[in-house]
């Protein structure tokens, strides 16, 4: 995919009120993408996933994320995406792998804010070495979050953490008070019929 050549594509189309993929990417953005996907599996859960290295890296956040820095929200680790999977918002049907409603909760660019003793270092590195900082531009969420991952027994998980900037809001609850798609306004019910 050609970076910027989505301009026109994004331009003819109101991403509230059509159920296209917006494809996260702004006009001429050379920035990466992350989405945040609301997934009504068998456990309601949310799919985040940022862009590195022409994938999305992806975890399965249980709780959702948060906006306020005190809360530790548990990341599972998954498998990697495509990037065209930010588009997507439909209904896996049941029996298959991660069967149920997908509708895109958040998306958007980012820049990664990762440091090893004081020095940038890009996200792959970050991630091999179990800690990575980004800063959202989002629709929903906004500023920075922290993923670290920690051990529990033989399982790897991690934690999404958001950064205390002048983006956190501890009165926020973004994922009871904001429910519903940033592509087409639905909300699961919605988006399963
Ligand atoms: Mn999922």
Do not use: C
């Amino acid at each position: 995919m050609t970076r910027g050549s989505l301009k026109d594509y994004q331009e003819k189309r109101d991403f509230r009120r059509t159920p296209e993929p917006a494809a996260g990417r702004g006009p001429g953005s050379q920035e990466p993408i992350f989405v945040i996907q609301k997934h009504a599996a068998r456990r309601l859960h949310y799919d985040f996933r940022l862009e590195v290295d022409g994938v999305l890296k992806s975890w399965a956040i249980p709780k959702g994320p948060s906006t306020d820095p005190q809360d530790k929200r548990l990341a599972v680790p998954t498998e990697d995406h495509p990037l065209e999977y930010a588009g997507f918002e439909g209904v896996i049907p049941a029996g298959e792998y991660g069967g149920g409603t997908v509708l895109v909760w958040d998306t958007g660019t980012y820049r990664n804010l990762t440091k090893k003793k004081g020095q940038a270092i890009p996200m792959d590195q970050g991630l091999a070495h179990g800690h990575v900082k980004v800063w959202l531009e989002g629709r929903k969420l906004k500023g920075g979050y922290a993923l670290t991952r920690f051990k529990t027994g033989k399982d790897e998980s991690w934690l999404l953490i958001k950064t205390d900037d002048a983006e956190a809001d501890p009165s926020r609850n973004p994922v009871a008070d904001d429910p519903g798609s940033v592509l087409s306004g639905r909300t699961i019910e919605e988006v399963s019929r």
